[in-house]
């Protein structure tokens, strides 16, 4: 199977940057999108294929690659950033399967 | 505007089915739509996806002959069927529409709760 592993969660204070990895073997080949998620909504496109922001989305989200790894970082974190951050990829089968990453929960203190 | 109105909560007996809808509105019906399950306090489960024209369909290997995906081009309404269900099916089920810059826009979401 293909996974996608991220760390559960982040603590970051306001103003400071968060960075948050995604890894997995797929990634190599594969590109990387990343979602935010709030409390009780559906989630919201950040990042798509490994670096590119959809326009609406603010410049301090960013997204890099490097290998089987991927980061998708949060400059000068605000509370309303407090989220779940989810990246996904597809597999290299031929029917390209999604996966999604286990999540993580990021805190603002 | 592309928007994504999905059917409403559902509360169904232990065996049983649902179908869960998502109309697409604002543009056309052509681009893929995603159905993307999860359940109270877990993470985010890819379940399927149609290419709605013509009609071509993928399903995550753990849901393979549990759930049909299929889509109405007259109406622009894709559906969700969940067969067999079991309370592990409780879960918020959200549509998606997907282009090669990903999910960029999704459902409301659709609440399925298993009970008997």
């Known amino acids: 199977s293909y996974e996608l592993t991220q760390p559960p969660s982040l603590s970051v204070s306001p103003g400071q940057t968060a960075r948050i990895s995604c890894s997995g073997d797929?990634?190599?080949?594969?590109?990387a999108y990343w979602y935010q998620q709030r409390p009780g909504q559906a989630p919201v496109l950040l990042i798509y294929?490994?670096?590119l922001r959809p326009s609406g989305i603010p410049g301090r989200f960013s997204g890099s690659n490097s290998g089987t790894t991927v980061t998708l970082t949060i400059a000068e974190v605000q509370a309303d950033d407090e989220a779940d951050y989810y990246c996904?990829?597809?597999?290299?089968?031929?029917?390209?399967?999604?996966?999604f990453g286990g999540g993580t929960t990021l805190t603002v203190l | 505007q592309v928007q994504l109105v999905q059917s409403g909560a559902e509360v169904k007996k232990p065996g049983s089915w649902v179908r869960v809808s998502c109309r697409v509105s604002?543009?056309?019906?052509?681009?893929?739509v995603s159905w993307v399950r999860q359940a109270p306090g877990q993470g985010l489960e890819w379940v399927g996806r149609i290419i709605p024209i013509p009609g071509i369909t993928n399903y995550a290997q753990k849901f393979q002959g549990r759930v049909t995906i299929s889509a109405d081009t007259a109406t622009g309404t894709a559906y969700l069927d969940v067969a067999s269900l079991t309370s592990d099916d409780t879960a918020m089920y959200f549509c998606?529409?997907?282009?090669?810059?990903?999910?960029?826009?999704w459902g409301q979401g659709t609440l399925v709760t298993v009970s008997s």
């Open positions: 294929k490994d670096t």
């Open positions: 998606a529409r997907d282009n090669p810059t990903g999910s960029y826009v």
């Open positions: 996904q990829s597809v597999d290299n089968s031929l029917s390209y399967a999604v996966v």
């Open positions: 604002g543009g056309p019906f052509s681009e893929t």
């Open positions: 797929v990634l190599s080949n594969r590109y």
